[in-house]
């Protein structure tokens, strides 16, 4: 039986007298731009999310065990700990961070050194994804070190693969703390990369860790782990048991907790987004039942000779109410098949005209997501205002008399 009102409610609504008739086209169209909008505004919101997501876990692992003391100690020995406390570790590799300027060309930048265990780092971070041009691999054989740089300080101090730079790092007199020396070091460009941040690609340098320990003479010291598990997602989970086995002497942190703000913001910013833009949807479905409520006057007709061969106020108000579902099903499908396009032209103007700000947003691009969660969230609101939306002109063309129907023909 519902599959017969429904094909009757399909036959009625694509007629001119509905569809293609009157206010409903525009209606219409008001339904698939909200949808539209709601896809490509959840699409930026998740993209920035996952966007930032990769990039703190390509570039900085999934967690990070930092020392709080200088004297060396046996990394084996800590990493065995750590796998013993984490049986998920995937790898792990030393790392040493290391404050610097680089000077080429007449021109200086603040920056900042990270040197990394070239044998092991392809284990835990992801630098071939990231590479703008050149190679990510700093253990082929050169008379100086090799380094990789980000994009932001390549373009900054006109430099490109296969060129030569200085960086000055500033040392502690071993007698008098107060005073320090200075240190030169020369590297040569293997590779430059996209690191995902703006912070990043105006200050980030990537070389092998005997280097920097030998530029900053630090010996065989190194500044902590870099950590890479099984899933990314429990990151923070594993983070918060190794601070409890290693206790005070390190400090754990996982790829959430630098940027806590920008993904609590998302968090808190995804849902009021979603509310602020629906009100278009919603508008648009009150458009579609002032639509049908005036085809219920024009179909006074039609409904009583439904009801003279036996359908009653139930039946003329599923004709309805499917009605509404299909008008929500056709609005979700050209509103998704337009928001991709939306979504393609953000993508587009992004890469040419720089829409998003690095200074402002820590990002200078966002790799668009569509969630099936967000889909899903979309088509149901979008379906049940619909649905809503139908009930009150449902509801009249239910309660006609056939005799009223008929009574001019």
């Known amino acids: 039986m519902n599959k017969s009102l429904a094909w009757i409610a399909w036959r009625l609504l694509m007629s001119r007298k509905t ?7 525009l209606s219409l169209l008001g339904l698939i731009l909200g949808v539209a909008a709601l896809v490509a505004s959840m699409a930026v919101m998740s993209g920035f999310e996952s966007t930032l997501k990769n990039a703190m876990a390509d570039v900085s692992g999934h967690a990070q065990v ?11 020995e800590l990493e065995g700990r750590i796998r013993q406390a984490e049986p998920t ?39 071939d994804k990231r590479i703008v041009s050149g190679s990510s691999d700093l253990s082929q054989a050169s008379e100086i070190p090799l380094a990789l740089i980000g994009k932001g300080l390549a373009t900054k101090m006109n430099l490109k693969v296969g060129d030569r730079f200085r960086v000055v790092v500033p040392v502690a007199d071993t007698v008098d703390p107060a005073k320090f020396t ?17 912070e990043w690609n105006e200050r980030f340098i990537l070389t092998d860790l005997g280097a920097a320990q030998r530029l900053a003479d630090i010996g065989d010291r190194y500044s902590g782990l870099l950590l890479r598990f099984q899933d990314v997602n429990y990151a923070r989970q594993a983070a918060f048991n190794l601070s409890q086995v ?25 849902p009021g987004i979603f509310l602020v ?4 949807t919603l508008v648009a479905a009150f ?10 006057v024009r179909r006074y007709k039609d409904i009583a000779i439904l009801k003279t061969v036996g359908l009653g106020r139930n039946d003329i108000i599923k004709i309805f109410a499917f009605q509404g579902i299909f008008l929500g099903a056709i609005g979700i499908f050209f509103g998704f098949l337009f928001g991709f396009i939306l979504c393609g032209l953000f993508a587009f103007a992004q890469s040419r005209l720089g829409l998003v700000a690095g200074e402002v947003y820590r990002l200078d691009s966002i790799e668009l997501n569509i969630r099936w969660v967000d889909s899903l969230m979309i088509c149901a ?9 139908t009930l009150a002109p449902a509801r009249r063309g239910g309660k006609l008399n056939p005799v009223e129907g008929l009574r001019n023909e």
């Open 182 to 198: 200075r240190r030169v070091g020369e590297f040569q460009i293997q590779g430059i990369l996209d690191l995902g941040k703006y």
């Open 66 to 76: 930092v020392k709080r003391s200088r004297f060396p100690d046996d990394w084996k």
């Open 381 to 389: 609101a979008t379906l049940l205002i619909c649905f809503v939306a």
């Open 19 to 25: 569809l293609f008739g009157g206010s409903a086209p």
């Open 89 to 127: 570790l995937v790898d792990s590799s030393r790392f040493v961070f290391i404050e610097a300027v680089m000077a080429h060309a007449g021109k200086i930048s603040g920056t900042l050194l990270q040197g990394v265990d070239t044998e092991r780092v392809n284990k835990v971070l992801n630098f």
């Open 246 to 270: 290693l206790g005070a002497p390190y400090w754990v942190r996982d790829w959430r907790e630098s940027n806590e703000n920008l993904f609590e913001a998302v968090r808190v910013e995804r």
């Open 277 to 280: 833009v629906l009100i278009i």
């Open 287 to 296: 458009n579609i039942s002032a639509t049908l409520f005036v085809n219920v």
